[in-house]
Nanobody, 123 residues
Framework: VQLQASGGGLVQTGGSLRLSCTAS????????MAWFRQAPGKEQQFVSA????????SYADSVKGRFTISRDNDKNTVYLQMNSLKPEDTAVYYC?????????????????WGQGTQVTVSS
């Protein structure tokens, strides 16, 4: 499966963005999906995940209540709705897919990656 991430940009503190991750080559319903992020000089960080069934979600404590992961099977796309953005959310965001057991939050459990999309939150 090939993943294409988009939707990043520059937004002010308190603003919102919606990231998209569109798959080609295979339907996303076969995969658990996740978003990770990496800020300059920092390690890659788990943000959120969605099980292949769509029934289960997982969020990092730092984004709970502000971010929502979802999927549109007709569009073969996973979304990350980001609200109440903070400067510390600034990072390159990556989508990833795996077929391993649920839940997984470590990057090395994900076999397929999209290119990153930059999110910058100004103060």
């Amino acid at each position: 499966v090939q993943l294409q991430a988009s939707g990043g940009g520059l937004v002010q503190t308190g603003g919102s963005l919606r990231l998209s991750c569109t798959a080609s080559g295979r339907t996303l319903s076969y995969y658990h999906m996740a978003w990770f992020r990496q800020a300059p000089g920092k390690e890659q960080q788990f943000v959120s995940a969605l099980s292949s069934s769509g029934r289960y979600t997982s969020y990092a404590d730092s984004v709970k209540g502000r971010f929502t992961i979802s999927r549109d099977n007709d569009k073969n796309t996973v979304y990350l709705q980001m609200n109440s953005l903070k400067p510390e959310d600034t990072a390159v965001y990556y989508c990833a897919a795996n077929q391993d057991t649920w839940p997984r939050t470590a990057p090395n459990h994900f076999s397929y990656w999209g290119q990153g999309t930059q999110v910058t939150v100004s103060s």
